[in-house]
């Protein structure tokens, strides 16, 4: 079965500083999608980013980009010059086309402060 | 109203209730899904609908009990809950539910608390 590990419970940045955020994944596919979705205080969930196995080349949407080593089966998401609304609950999901992994797998999370 | 609506946002209910959560979402898609969320855990997919019908049922207890009767509407029905099924309910909706590229469109929850 696909799992997905977040490592960092919690982590906190300087506002306008740049952080990282840690994501492994256990697979034996080959083609597969992962994806960063944010949940504000507000609670809706919304996506940030996301990353197709087979592109070598590393997603990034404005202040946000993503470390993809497939090799090390390793997502990491970047959040460049942090502001307070960045401030929320971070998680890292898998997704393939195989079987019981065509659903959303999703990781424990990671909460992210915002200093000012 | 846009995107993905829930009600109620907060729920209490003792164990011998029946009580519904409702998902509505405006953006014609065709799959629906039920997440829980419990604290310091990952999400937990319940059930999935693809054009009203359900494709997936995660071995979730029978006193959950999902309705799905058009691609904008699902509700989930709870009876005889225990302490434990205390958590955050997530609605999500999806253009298709067989397309890996797919996003998924979250709705704002509904916090319900079993006593």
């Known amino acids: 079965a696909q799992t997905v590990t977040q490592s960092q419970p919690e982590m906190s940045v300087q506002e306008a500083e740049t952080v990282t955020l840690s994501c492994t994944y256990d697979t034996s596919e080959s083609d597969y999608y992962l994806f960063w979705y944010k949940q504000p205080p507000s609670r809706q969930m919304i996506l940030v980013i996301r990353?197709?196995?087979?592109?070598?080349q590393n997603a990034t949407e404005n202040r946000f980009s993503v470390n993809f080593q497939k090799a090390a089966k390793s997502f990491s998401l970047k959040i460049s010059d942090s502001q307070l609304g960045d401030a929320a609950m971070y998680f890292c999901?898998?997704?393939?086309?195989?079987?019981?992994?065509?659903?959303?797998?999703f990781g424990s999370g990671t909460q992210l402060t915002v200093l000012p | 109203e846009t995107g993905v609506t829930q009600t109620p946002r907060h729920l209490v209910m003792g164990m011998t209730n029946k009580k519904s959560l409702k998902c509505e979402q405006h953006l014609g898609h065709n799959a629906m899904y039920w997440y829980k969320q419990s604290a310091k855990k990952p999400l937990e997919l319940m059930f999935v609908y693809s054009l009203e019908e359900r494709v997936e049922n995660n071995s979730v207890p029978s006193r959950f009990s999902p309705e799905c009767p058009n691609s904008s509407h699902l509700f989930l029905h709870l009876h005889t809950l225990q302490p434990e099924d205390s958590a955050l309910y997530l609605c999500?909706?999806?253009?298709?539910?067989?397309?890996?590229?797919?996003?998924?469109?979250f709705g704002p929850g509904t916090r319900l608390l079993v006593l």
């Open positions: 999901a898998y997704r393939s086309d195989r079987g019981s992994a065509r659903q959303l797998t």
């Open positions: 999500a909706s999806s253009q298709d539910w067989d397309r890996v590229v797919e996003t998924q469109y």
């Open positions: 990353q197709e196995a087979y592109k070598q």
